[in-house]
């Protein structure tokens, strides 16, 4: 099975937002992250459950959804080039007593994949995994 | 080696991360693997239900990567369900980092006991032609790995499955 490429939605001014928002997580939350999109790039739809979506109104956008003391909620949809081979992670998210981390996450996530609909060559760029450097250990 | 291993064996160095990494595999793969047998058998939840005397949401509950109260006598009703066997042990994280490599429907099918060849009589004879060696491959549950080398009295003390029984038989014990 030929594997999913990933990509990351990049905003007006070049900057990776989904990557932005990786760089922020604890070392538990990144890596309940790293490995669900592992799982997304080997075969997303084997796994139950680990495409959320689509919502009423949203039918592009999908959720993976990631449990722990912090919920990660991030945001993605297929393609855009490829709708067969390829996921744009869009959003990141959070989500705390039932409601998102921001609020409007969802139509935030929704205007980002409009943006990157209308320009896929200057909207995306591949994805950056962010792997945490281990702690430096003073002797 | 895979970009994927590569990665995660540069990953796993930090502590929090590998463990985090572990559970949410876990949990993934139990989930995942529950489905797929349950396809294999071209059952429905409901019939799953039945076959483990459980009820259907409960299949249903089970059937979701984001479960973790996992408990092993619920395991074992569905390994029961099933037939096949149920193997819990600690390993080591090169393992893990080879497993969530080859992650796939494939390496988490198994068949029943009714259509194992290894007791079907078949396979039996093949095993007794293959010369004897001080050295053994040991596969794991999920798929080979290859460079695992084991000796033959390491393998007396592993677990009992049925692979370590073709083993044993392989040089005579």
């Given at each position: 099975m030929t594997a999913w490429i990933l990509f990351d939605y990049v905003d007006e001014d070049g900057r990776n937002v989904f990557k932005d928002w990786t760089l922020r997580l604890q070392a538990k939350e990144l890596a309940k992250l790293n490995q669900k999109l592992d799982m997304l790039i080997k075969n997303p739809e084997l796994p139950p459950g680990l495409l959320v979506g689509p919502l009423k109104g949203y039918p592009q956008l999908r959720i993976l959804k990631i449990k722990g003391d912090v919920q990660l909620r991030p945001f993605l949809c297929k393609g855009s080039a490829d709708k067969d081979h390829e996921f744009t992670l869009l959003f990141g998210a959070l989500e705390k007593d039932w409601k998102y981390i921001p609020p409007n996450a969802w139509d935030l996530a929704e205007a980002n994949r409009v943006n990157l609909e209308?320009?896929?060559?200057?909207?995306?760029?591949?994805?950056?995994?962010?792997?945490?450097?281990p702690k430096t250990r003073i002797c | 080696m895979s970009e994927l291993v590569k990665n995660l064996k540069q990953e796993f160095a930090d502590k929090d991360y590998r463990h985090s990494y572990a559970e949410s595999f876990l949990n993934s793969v139990?989930?995942?693997?529950?489905?797929?047998l349950r396809e294999m058998r071209k059952w429905r939840q409901s019939d799953l239900a039945r076959e483990a005397e459980m009820k259907q949401s409960v299949i249903s509950r089970l059937e979701n990567i984001n479960y973790s109260s996992w408990s092993i006598k619920s395991l074992q009703k569905l390994a029961q369900a099933f037939d096949v066997v149920l193997t819990v042990r600690f390993e080591r994280f090169k393992n893990l980092a080879l497993d969530a490599d080859r992650f796939g429907r494939k390496a988490l099918e198994v068949v029943e006991f009714s259509k194992d060849q290894f007791f079907s009589g078949v396979q039996e004879a093949e095993i007794l032609q293959t010369p004897a060696s001080p050295e053994?491959?040991?596969?794991?549950?999920a798929g080979s790995t290859k460079e695992e080398m084991v000796t033959p009295v390491e393998l007396l003390v592993g677990a009992h499955t049925a692979k370590t029984q073709q083993f044993q038989l392989t040089v005579g014990y």
């Open positions: 209308r320009n896929p060559q200057e909207r995306r760029r591949p994805h950056e995994r962010i792997s945490k450097k | 139990i989930a995942t693997q529950i489905k797929v053994l491959f040991l596969s794991t549950p």
